[in-house]
């Protein structure tokens, strides 16, 4: 394997390690607790590939605001395949990390009510220790994650928290962001296993 193979699979994994310990994954025992007729169509969707239709699907009721397929975006279906979420222009490594982390952050916070997003917020804020210094533009931005990740620790009402990343543009207000995901001219797609086998992994660089 040659040396550029071996820092790209290296890479990857890093990703998907990120992807997986950002967020604290609810185990769920299949047999207790009965899947729904749309977990079922993305569960076989995300195995038989197609995770451009899985995230589709799910969008439907997510972009409504439904607290439980936001809640299962996050804390199952992006550790299970690896999702990625759409987007408007290529992703390389270095604008993978950021491009997968900022997704799920948001997708987090306009779930604030939800009592295990809340839960975990006051345990963990941002999960900023988790994250590579690369996803932030610069010390401003890190500052900034820093003032939201420090408001859900401490404080109760988490809405006060969500309202100052929008301000300080930490995430878009909930109706541009569904607006962006909307019009996103790149499918959601799933990070290929074993690794990528180029520069650009997300589909047509």
């Known amino acids: 394997m040659g040396i ?3 820092v790209l699979l ?9 992807a997986v310990t950002l967020i604290t994954p609810t185990i769920v025992n299949a047999k207790d607790v009965k899947a729904t007729t749309l977990e079922i169509k993305v569960a076989r969707l995300l195995d038989g590939g197609d995770c451009a239709q899985a995230w589709k699907e799910l969008w439907r009721p997510a972009r409504q605001r439904d607290q439980k397929t936001l809640n299962d975006i996050v804390f199952a279906v992006i550790p299970y395949r690896a999702l990625v979420p759409p987007a408007y222009f290529p992703l390389t490594e270095n604008a993978l990390q950021s491009h997968l982390i900022s997704h799920m952050i948001a997708l987090k916070l306009y779930n604030w009510r939800d ?10 804020g941002l999960s900023l220790d988790s994250n590579p210094q690369e996803i932030f533009a610069n010390a401003e931005t890190h500052s900034d994650y820093q003032r939201v990740d420090s408001c859900l620790k401490t404080r109760k009402d988490k809405e006060t928290c969500v309202r100052l990343a ?26 290929p296993l074993p690794g990528p086998k180029k520069i650009h992994i997300s589909p047509d660089p």
């Open 4 to 6: 550029k193979r071996k």
């Open 115 to 124: 009592p295990e997003v809340s839960a975990e917020f006051d345990k963990y």
């Open 10 to 18: 290296k890479r990857y994994n890093w990703i998907v390690f990120v």
């Open 166 to 191: 929008i301000e300080l543009k930490v995430i878009p207000p909930f109706d541009s962001y569904v607006a962006m995901m909307d019009h996103a001219p790149r499918d959601a797609f799933c990070l």
